[in-house]
């Protein structure tokens, strides 16, 4: 096996698997406090990436100033998409929240092609994202290594924030136990709107450097990174952020070199996603990195 | 009682066979078309009833089921030469070229192929509940649809077949359709129709019951399989051409739009809703066309039908939890309750 060729596809994977893991963030964190799988959030980041796209090229802001924009607006839609969609059902069957997560996942897509058109956009080049840098004989998009930074500043900001902060206290105490949380004077509303944003913005923050990766914006682009990284959330242990992670890194992985050494599978690669899935909820439902939680009678 | 539910059924079918006789006769092909669109959705409808409403298993894998149906039933029926006209990248593998079946039995294979498929699944994912089920349903939808676009030789791929013998007629689709809503009937008043009520309510309850969960899953689950294949068969027969892009999740959501419009539960509103959404959906091709609301002109917004059907699938999830019928049925005995129908003898309570 040729050396440069392994590096250079372990390159493409660590950028890859980091992107996913930045959007299983979102899941899991959600997933973590509702028990709930938001279907739409793949929508979200496809949301985000069009802001961006619409501020850089209608609004000319500077694209620091863009991604500024789209990051808290996706945040801001994230929360009202909770209070609208989800809000009202919280009390209600498990099989109702998710209908309603598909319906809002579908109404936002089919909004996006009414509002944004169905045909696919091109975002304009960052010099800053789009230089190649080498490294020997590896070379790599200047974006590809901005996403590992990013994932593994978040990891640690977000670790921070549910290990160590107030908020976070809530959050977990939210997640162990709605009722017992709210007896305890936590405003349980505000730590879900709180939840959904932060997934939100992550997703748009996800959205732009995917656009930044490849480069092309159309309003279903969210559908399979979002199955996907529900998936790579689910591996890694759903509800669980370091595990969220792991799976992202795991999925990217797999995927590039999969594809890279067993080149007639490729037409198999959107499927090894949900091969891998089926094999972790058969062998192990929790996850890698999850807790196994028993049912009780 | 139950000898007028039995001539009122009879009429019933009798009165839709004439109108059916009169619509085909008097109506032009397009709406004939769509009415017998509507009667495809009916069977889908209420496979993914059975499932969802009945047994309590929240399945997303519509999809894939029909596209083995649709495949199997159309590779059946495709004469050597439309095949050999089909795949002209890669020939037929050699076994099913020269095989060829008439229209039923081979509608009653694509059920059966779609049935096993369905039975491999259930083993191992009837494991899981509720979100996850959901999931790794959808997830085996997608690997079917990903395995039928690489199996060149036995689907011709991303091409698809074309020139699928249009067999699918006012008879045969509306007769499936008969035939599905007798059976879901009839199941779900038997006592096996009652072990998969008692396991949607509460497994644990059931178990003690003496109620084998598992089994009773894997059956409903097969038995819905074997549903969406016939109904995936009869819709490729009815379009003519089939390719795996037709089978995304986007059509189980429509599936999944009429079943919880009609009511989880309840078989008559499946149909209901079928036939409303169906007819629905070909009035609303206006909305993607240019409009004109007087102050407001657009040019024509493709995809403002589905932002109306999404909307209005949260919306019913959201205001009206129960659909059209919640888990009720519209049967004689309520007509006649609700004195719609002329009672000769004492009913039950007015």
């Known amino acids: ?297 | 009682m139950k000898k007028r539910n039995a001539i009122l059924t009879l009429a019933a079918a009798a009165l839709l066979a004439g109108l059916l006789a009169l619509g085909s006769r008097y109506l032009g092909g397009y709406a004939m078309r769509i009415l017998n669109l509507s009667a495809i959705y009916v069977v889908l409808a209420l496979s993914l009833n059975l499932l969802n409403g009945f047994t309590g298993l929240f399945s997303l894998g519509s999809s894939g089921f029909m596209a083995v149906g649709a495949y199997v039933s159309a590779l059946l029926t495709m004469s050597p030469e439309v095949k050999e006209m089909n795949f002209f990248l890669e020939p037929l593998a050699p076994a099913l070229a020269g095989l060829r079946l008439p229209f039923i039995p081979a509608l009653a294979a694509a059920g059966l192929c779609a049935a096993l498929a369905g039975l491999v699944i259930a083993l191992p994912v009837l494991r899981l509940r509720d979100d996850y089920l959901a999931i790794a349903t959808l997830g085996f939808s997608e690997i079917i649809r990903v395995l039928i676009t690489n199996a060149q030789s036995l689907t011709n791929g991303a091409q698809g077949l074309k020139n699928i013998p249009k067999s699918a007629t006012t008879w045969t689709v509306w007769g499936t359709a008969a035939l599905a809503v007798a059976f879901m009937a009839l199941l779900t008043r038997s006592s096996y129709g009652r072990m998969l009520k008692a396991v949607r309510d509460d497994e644990v309850a059931a178990e003690a019951m003496g109620v084998n969960v598992f089994r009773v899953k894997v059956a409903s689950f097969t038995i819905s399989s074997f549903m969406a294949g016939v109904g995936g068969a009869l819709l490729g027969h009815m379009i003519t051409t089939i390719d795996p892009k037709m089978f995304t999740f986007m059509l189980t959501f429509n599936i999944l739009l009429i079943v919880v419009l009609g009511g989880n539960g309840s078989i008559t509103g499946s149909v209901i809703a079928s036939i409303a959404v169906t007819v629905l959906m070909e009035a609303m091709r206006f909305l993607d066309g240019p409009l004109n609301l007087g102050l407001v002109k657009t040019e024509g917004l493709p995809g403002l039908r589905m932002v109306v059907f999404s909307a209005m699938l949260m919306a019913v999830v959201i205001f009206r939890q129960r659909g059209l019928m919640g888990d009720r049925e519209l049967t004689w005995d309520a007509l006649a309750d609700s004195g719609l129908l002329p009672r000769r003898r004492k009913g039950g309570a007015a």
């Open chain 1, 1 to 297: 096996m040729d050396r440069s060729l392994l590096f250079q596809q372990l390159a493409n994977a660590l950028s890859l698997g980091s992107l996913y893991a930045l959007i299983a963030i979102g899941y899991t964190m959600v997933y973590g406090i509702l028990r709930l799988i938001n279907f739409a959030h793949g929508d979200v980041f496809m949301l985000g990436a069009y802001i961006a796209f619409y501020a850089v090229s209608a609004a000319a802001m500077p694209w620091w100033a863009a991604f500024a924009v789209a990051i808290g607006l996706t945040g801001l839609f994230g929360i009202g998409l909770e209070r609208v969609a989800y809000r009202p059902l919280r009390d209600s069957p498990k099989i109702s929240i998710m209908i309603s997560a598909i319906g809002a996942s579908f109404l936002i897509e089919n909004l996006g092609v009414v509002v944004f058109g169905g045909r696919p956009k091109s975002f304009a080049s960052i010099p800053l994202f789009d230089t190649v840098v080498h490294f020997g004989s590896v070379s790599v998009l200047s974006v590809s290594l901005f996403i590992p930074v990013f994932t593994g500043l978040i990891l640690a900001v977000l670790l921070w924030i549910v290990g160590r902060t107030k908020t976070g206290m809530a959050m977990r105490a939210v997640s162990t136990d709605v009722d017992a949380a709210r007896l305890m004077a936590i405003d349980v509303n505000r730590v879900i709107s709180f939840t959904f944003g932060v997934g939100s913005l992550l997703a748009a923050l996800g959205g732009i450097m995917w656009t930044m990766k490849y480069p092309q914006l159309n309003p279903l682009m969210g559908v399979m990174p979002g199955l996907k990284c529900f998936i790579a959330a689910v591996i890694g242990g759903i509800g669980n952020i370091a595990g969220a992670v792991l799976g992202g890194l795991l999925l990217g992985f797999i995927e590039i070199m999969v594809v890279a050494f067993l080149p007639q599978l490729t037409g198999y690669r959107d499927a090894l996603a949900f091969v891998l899935l089926i094999v972790v909820l058969m062998a192990k439902p929790s996850g890698l990195l999850g807790k196994r939680q028993a049912v009780k009678v």
